[in-house]
């Protein structure tokens, strides 16, 4: 691209109110170049002046930016342990009304997942979820509930008959009453106000996208939005390197706890 990446950030904070400097920056260019070639757009100014006024071309921009890569069950032994020790121990020191907030939740398949897992210590009329992601079109897939079988290739057998209805052979639809238990909210984790008071926070494979600095900075808030001793619970490539430079003890391998 010919323009300045730094005006086009600028300009698309303004638009967006997503910030890129929070992004890692080879990566996030990389990835908007491709993007833009692929209209055959040679200048960032023209591009920003195209999704202004083209609400399709807008809309993809921003579910382009907001990488969104979701599975029920990822990483299945992070939710085995989930189900051995975690619910145990806030369950123990919290109650049974458990605050969950899944954030950056992108179409539905973590929060939907820990509704399942609940449901096997609890009645669904007793669980209630917070979903939250910037993409306001992730969002609407995730109220839709429609999810490729490959999506579903990690859940347990238990849930899959249970909780979905095959439409053929590549889709299924999660049931309504696992849909009741989630609230969806649009929420960006840069700039918005989170959720206080929150038993266990839930935020897999998204951090990795962003700079050490904005990490830092969620990993704070997210500190100030659990309780004493609540849990924070990361991606497999999220390991938090000295957490108790920010509040944190490891709990167990990807669960931290609030110091």
Known sequence: MIDNYEAFKAQILSLTKIDLHAYKERQMKRRIDALIAKHKIDSYNVYVETIKKNPVMFEEFINYLTINVSEFYRNPEQW???????????????????????????????PYSLVMLLSKFLPLSRIKIIATDIDKQVLSKAKLGLYNIKSLKGLPDEFLSKYFREINDKTYQISDSIKQCVEFKQHNLLKDEYPSHCDLIVCRNVLIYFTEEAKDNIYKKFNQSLKKDGILFVGSTEQIIQPQNLQFITHKSFFYRKM
Request: glycine content about 6%; overall charge negative.
């Open 80 to 110: 085995n342990l989930l189900e051995r020790d975690i619910l145990p121990y806030l369950f123990s020191k919290f109650g049974n009304q458990l605050k969950i907030w899944s954030a950056a939740c992108s179409t539905g398949d973590e």
